[in-house]
């Protein structure tokens, strides 16, 4: 049996936390949530998930209170700007581990991504540009490293996705992930590490690529993407115009399954986001406003014949109108 809970089985579960957290002394309740709890397997996972994203957002909450009483108290006691954000940059950091791992990534990965030359928290877009005057753009949840040297220039993706213009010189341009090397040929690009493969989608020149495992290699030009792991190299598709546009604040897609657009937008929100396995393959299309969620989830509404279901202020899901 799959250890990942189901869209009904996480629902129930969220339902069952919802009326236990409005009335805990109610002891019908509790008898009744003992009995769905053990009905099932899936029940007891959902339930465990439920709880673990709870967790999550109430320590972003507290980390979120506690910045601003730290503020207060550094105005009251005049104590330095430096100091005030050292401790400011200690509580982005449980934030930051908070919401790049409660998903899926490991707490080694988690403690890199933190330590990482430049990182962002969930939603935070940010706009670089490197010694070389490269330009660099680091998408919602990312992190990254910096290691440039006489030879080479080489950036190492921990987490989440780069758009890159490579600035023109003779020492190779490099991107290093968790599956390969990626070598730009003069280009623009972008680099996203998912979960056991990297998917790069090329915008103008060329970048090869070479599987870590294999050694594997293949030469993407302009307007193409493909996907790779650690032994092969996927076949190529159109690029998605999407892997450029969150640069500019816009989800761009063209026709796509909610499902896969709720994955996407999933990346730039705090808490749970499901869709229902009913709509799922429902076709999505349309330019979208990354700097606020919830108008965009208004906007699917509107267009789909889909209901948006808020069961708690941290867990969101898609349902059948």
Partial sequence: MSRKPDHAALQQAAQWYARLSADPADQATRVAWQQWHGQHEMHRLAWQYVERVSQRFASLQDDSVTAAQTLRSARRAGISRRQTLRSLTLLAGGSLLGWIGWRVTPLPQLWMAWR????????????LMLADGTHLWLNSASALNVDYRADVRQLRLLTGE????????????IVATAQGRLRALGTRFSVTQQDGHTLLAVFDGAVEVRTAGSAATHIVQAGRQLRFDNQAIGPEAPAQQTREAWTQGMLLVNDIPLAEFIEELNRYRHGYLGVSPQIAGLRVMGTYPLHDTEQILSMLESALPIRIQRTLPWWTSIEAR
């Avoid at 990482?116 to 706009?127: F, P, S």
């Avoid at 780069?162 to 341009?173: G, M, N, S, V």
């Fill in 116 to 127: 990482a030359d430049y990182h962002t928290g969930t939603g935070e877009i940010r706009d």
């Fill in 162 to 173: 780069i758009l890159i213009d490579t600035a023109h010189e003779a020492r190779p341009f």
